[in-house]
């Protein structure tokens, strides 16, 4: 009777109703003053300019031929940068998760580093490749002599296209390839079994199973394309700036508030479109089916896959490689060779530049607004994460599908809202240096607790119940069996936290000081103003960026346990 008592104790609910609210208490207060009350500011002024409700000033501006033009060119170029990364990544999906190869492990990783890094970084790495200072323009001139064209593709679509499908071919090669891999090689085995070509078999077999996993990839790469901000800002010219980038140019240069508040509810309306059908696809993807790793895997037998394999190598070479090793290259060129030149200058506020600060002095706000985040983002998401896994309810499922909304929202959206809803005590934070790192936790803390949940829930209640046997408290047996069990994920997810942190831009751009600026941020002002200076500082700025961004990556990658803190 007192073992079945104790295995009751370990097996019940482990927070009591006052706990639980204990510690629902800070990432409610964080959402509510954080999330909901920006956004609900955006849509009341979209609504009511005047503080009364009237619909006259939200159909002049979607009326108004500008506007209409901002739509259209925001929804063609998502369709069209969608398109090119499925046409891209549904091949590199299958050579990865079907294709036996030396370094496949490496370059599967290194396929995900595009996808983490932030999207000022994407921009200046294009802006290198594509640029008159291109190593391309060099080969060019040493080819075909002082006549040879110049390639500038600055400010036109095929960048921002090009940038949309390096930042999202990641989402298409592990969504699909993930799924790929958990499908059962029999059902096309048993299809060549009757005589059809493995391609045959791959495309009437495996791609309908698939469809779900495809349609789910592409429509959160649409979403991430949709909202695209970083890159087309720097990457686009006039005539080509999304929601996002009018969202901006509304605020902080016509000072148009109700103009960005109509623009923000039109872009919500449609994030939450993109998200549902998300949503819907993905609850119909392929369930994932416990195989050995390589089960699936086989070496290339044709000459036709060969050469298939080859081609995706060089595509993944050409795509995701040269553009930050165009951007390591530009931040050494000097005006007569290479050098440090940029980097060291980065110490001192050089004539002619445009920051407030030294380049230098960025780096470290980065990395203490980051960590601030980081820890955060950690403490808040540990807590929804115990409050989930140990007690559930409506309450918690709220609090659970509240911190995730941030990840489907606007972050200019988010940031825009902090400058017209956080002016009043005693959530007056619009002169506060917290604002940064609250912004930037704000975007992170959804991922703590999305790396937290499932680690939690996976700890063998066995462990529980013997701990309870032997007389341990719920308190005690979440202290010493729970905690040690998870720290590692913890650890892991702090590391994402901080690489969100350390590169978040769409935010941070609305509410960093002058004074105060974070890498991104200067490596924007930098890119903005002419001469040879500034974009070193950028280069420059940029590449230590990257360096970090992808330290932490590989830092995560050794950390994590098993499928945790994976994408």
Same mark, same amino acid.
Not at 447 to 468: H, M
Not at 501 to 522: I, Y
């Given at each position: 009777?007192?073992?079945?008592?104790?295995?009751?104790?370990?097996?019940?609910?482990?927070?009591?109703?006052?706990?639980?609210?204990?510690?629902?208490?800070?990432?409610?207060?964080?959402?509510?003053?954080?999330?909901?009350?920006?956004?609900?500011?955006?849509?009341?002024?979209?609504?009511?300019?005047?503080?009364?409700?009237?619909?006259?000033?939200?159909?002049?501006?979607?009326?108004?031929?500008?506007?209409?033009?901002?739509?259209?060119?925001?929804?063609?170029?998502?369709?069209?940068?969608?398109?090119?990364?499925?046409?891209?990544?549904?091949?590199?999906?299958?050579?990865?998760?079907?294709?036996?190869?030396?370094?496949?492990?490496?370059?599967?990783?290194?396929?995900?580093?595009?996808?983490?890094?932030?999207?000022?970084?994407?921009?200046?790495?294009?802006?290198?490749?594509?640029?008159?200072?291109?190593?391309?323009?060099?080969?060019?001139?040493?080819?075909?002599?002082?006549?040879?064209?110049?390639?500038?593709?600055?400010?036109?679509?095929?960048?921002?296209?090009?940038?949309?499908?390096?930042?999202?071919?990641?989402?298409?090669?592990?969504?699909?390839?993930? @799924?790929?891999?958990?499908?059962?090689?029999?059902?096309?085995?048993?299809?060549?079994?009757?005589?059809?070509?493995?391609?045959?078999?791959?495309?009437?077999?495996?791609? $309908?199973?698939?469809?779900?996993?495809?349609?789910?990839?592409?429509?959160?790469?649409?979403?991430?394309?949709?909202?695209?901000?970083?890159?087309?800002?720097?990457?686009?010219?006039?005539?080509?700036?999304?929601?996002?980038?009018?969202?901006?140019?509304? !605020?902080?240069?016509?000072?148009?508030? $109700?103009?960005?508040?109509?623009?923000?509810?039109?872009?919500?309306?449609?994030?939450?479109?993109?998200?549902?059908?998300?949503?819907?696809?993905?609850?119909?993807?392929?369930?994932?089916?416990?195989?050995?790793?390589?089960?699936?895997?086989?070496?290339?037998?044709?000459?036709?896959?060969?050469?298939?394999?080859?081609?995706?190598?060089?595509?993944?070479?050409?795509?995701?490689?040269?553009?930050?090793?165009?951007?390591?290259?530009?931040?050494?060129?000097?005006?007569?060779?290479?050098?440090?030149?940029?980097? !060291?200058?980065?110490?001192?506020?050089?004539?002619?530049?445009?920051?407030?600060?030294?380049?230098? @002095?960025?780096?470290?706000?980065?990395?203490?607004?980051?960590?601030?985040?980081?820890?955060?983002?950690?403490?808040?998401?540990?807590? !929804?994460?115990?409050?989930?896994?140990?007690?559930?309810?409506?309450?918690?499922?709220?609090?659970?599908?509240?911190?995730?909304?941030?990840?489907?929202?606007?972050?200019?959206?988010?940031?825009?809202?902090?400058?017209?809803?956080?002016?009043?005590?005693?959530?007056?934070?619009?002169?506060?240096?917290?604002?940064?790192?609250?912004?930037?936790?704000?975007?992170?803390?959804?991922?703590?607790?999305?790396?937290?949940?499932?680690?939690?829930?996976?700890?063998?209640?066995?462990?529980?119940?013997?701990?309870?046997?032997?007389?341990?408290?719920?308190?005690?047996?979440?202290?010493?069996?729970?905690?040690?069990?998870?720290?590692? !994920?913890?650890?892991?997810?702090?590391?994402?936290?901080?690489?969100?942190?350390?590169?978040?831009?769409?935010?941070?751009?609305?509410?960093?000081?002058?004074?105060?600026?974070?890498?991104?941020?200067?490596?924007?002002?930098?890119?903005?103003?002419?001469?040879?200076?500034?974009?070193?500082?950028?280069?420059?700025?940029?590449?230590?960026?990257?360096?970090?961004?992808?330290? @932490?990556?590989?830092?995560?990658?050794?950390?994590?346990?098993?499928?945790?803190?994976?994408?």
């Amino acid at each position: 009777m007192a073992v079945a008592r104790a295995t009751a104790r370990a097996t019940r609910p482990t927070l009591s109703r006052g706990g639980q609210l204990a510690l629902l208490a800070p990432p409610t207060l964080f959402l509510l003053v954080l999330f909901v009350q920006p956004v609900a500011a955006i849509v009341w002024r979209g609504l009511a300019p005047d503080g009364a409700p009237d619909l006259s000033g939200v159909v002049g501006v979607l009326t108004s031929p500008s506007v209409r033009g901002v739509v259209w060119f925001t929804l063609w170029q998502a369709v069209a940068s969608t398109a090119l990364t499925l046409a891209l990544g549904l091949p590199g999906a299958y050579a990865l998760s079907r294709l036996r190869f030396r370094g496949r492990r490496t370059v599967s990783a290194l396929v995900l580093v595009p996808f983490v890094l932030p999207t000022v970084v994407v921009g200046s790495a294009f802006l290198a490749l594509l640029g008159p200072r291109s190593p391309i323009n060099s080969a060019l001139v040493g080819l075909l002599g002082s006549g040879a064209p110049t390639l500038d593709l600055r400010r036109t679509v095929v960048a921002i296209l090009l940038a949309h499908a390096f930042f999202n071919y990641a989402v298409v090669v592990r969504t699909v390839g993930g @799924a790929w891999a958990n499908l059962d090689p029999r059902l096309e085995d048993a299809a060549r079994s009757l005589g059809a070509s493995r391609w045959r078999a791959v495309r009437e077999v495996a791609l $309908p199973l698939l469809r779900p996993a495809i349609l789910a990839s592409a429509a959160i790469v649409f979403l991430f394309t949709f909202t695209s901000f970083g890159v087309v800002l720097l990457l686009g010219g006039p005539g080509l700036a999304t929601l996002e980038v009018e969202i901006h140019r509304a !605020t902080v240069q016509l000072l148009d508030l $109700p103009l960005a508040s109509v623009l923000a509810l039109l872009q919500l309306v449609a994030v939450i479109a993109a998200l549902t059908v998300y949503g819907r696809l993905q609850r119909r993807s392929v369930a994932r089916t416990p195989r050995a790793a390589d089960e699936a895997l086989h070496a290339p037998a044709t000459a036709s896959e060969r050469w298939f394999l080859r081609a995706n190598l060089v595509v993944i070479g050409l795509l995701l490689v040269a553009p930050p090793a165009v951007l390591v290259e530009r931040a050494l060129a000097t005006g007569d060779g290479y050098g440090l030149g940029h980097f !060291t200058g980065l110490a001192t506020q050089a004539r002619g530049t445009v920051l407030a600060v030294a380049p230098l @002095a960025a780096v470290r706000n980065s990395l203490v607004f980051a960590v601030a985040a980081a820890v955060i983002a950690t403490v808040l998401g540990t807590c !929804t994460a115990i409050a989930v896994t140990g007690r559930r309810g409506r309450l918690t499922r709220l609090v659970d599908r509240g911190l995730m909304l941030p990840l489907g929202t606007s972050a200019v959206t988010v940031g825009f809202g902090f400058l017209i809803s956080l002016d009043r005590p005693p959530f007056d934070l619009r002169g506060s240096v917290l604002l940064v790192p609250l912004a930037q936790a704000l975007i992170a803390t959804p991922f703590v607790v999305r790396s937290l949940v499932p680690a939690i829930e996976a700890i063998d209640t066995r462990l529980r119940e013997a701990a309870g046997v032997l007389g341990a408290t719920p308190r005690r047996i979440w202290r010493e069996v729970d905690l040690p069990i998870v720290a590692r !994920t913890a650890l892991v997810a702090t590391g994402f936290a901080f690489a969100i942190a350390v590169g978040e831009f769409g935010a941070t751009v609305f509410v960093a000081r002058a004074e105060l600026p974070t890498v991104p941020v200067a490596i924007f002002r930098a890119l903005g103003r002419p001469g040879a200076a500034n974009f070193g500082q950028a280069m420059a700025l940029s590449t230590i960026l990257m360096a970090v961004t992808a330290s @932490a990556l590989l830092l995560i990658d050794r950390l994590r346990v098993g499928e945790v803190g994976r994408f």
